[in-house]
Nanobody, 123 residues
Framework: QVQLVESGGGLGQAGGSLRLSCAAS??????????WGWYRQAPGKERELVAG???????NYGDSVKGRFTISRDNARNTVFLQMNSLKPEDTAVYYC???????????????WGQGTQVSVSS
């Protein structure tokens, strides 16, 4: 069973930094990961993409975090990170780890989510 376990959330201060981690396990042997991503959802708002990274290390970022957040990954540990610098109160949200991929046997696309970790930024 696939598990995505996030850690590193908590309370930060405006202008400060936090680092999130997402450790993945349980993928089927023939499952091919197409992308890792971090999303966030603030109260009353829709979930939005924060950052994504592909197996070839192509990255993309939401406009509101460009230049402040950095996504990276550790293939050996099947872990993805989100370094969040220059935090702002509007970064307050639940942050979710996401993996998108495809089974090389069934060609079925799959979308996995972590349970979420709260990030709160005080002014």
């Amino acid at each position: 069973q696939v598990q995505l376990v996030e850690s590193g959330g908590g309370l930060g201060q405006a202008g400060g930094s936090l680092r999130l981690s997402c450790a993945a396990s349980g993928f089927a042997p023939m499952f091919s990961i197409n992308s890792w991503g971090w999303y966030r959802q603030a109260p009353g708002k829709e979930r939005e993409l924060v950052a994504g990274i592909t197996p070839s290390d192509d990255t993309n970022y939401g406009d509101s975090v460009k230049g402040r957040f950095t996504i990276s990954r550790d293939n050996a540990r099947n872990t993805v990170f989100l370094q969040m610098n220059s935090l702002k109160p509007e970064d307050t949200a639940v942050y979710y780890c996401n993996v998108k991929g495809r089974s090389r046997i069934s060609s079925r696309d799959r979308d996995y989510w972590g349970q979420g970790t709260q990030v709160s930024v005080s002014s």
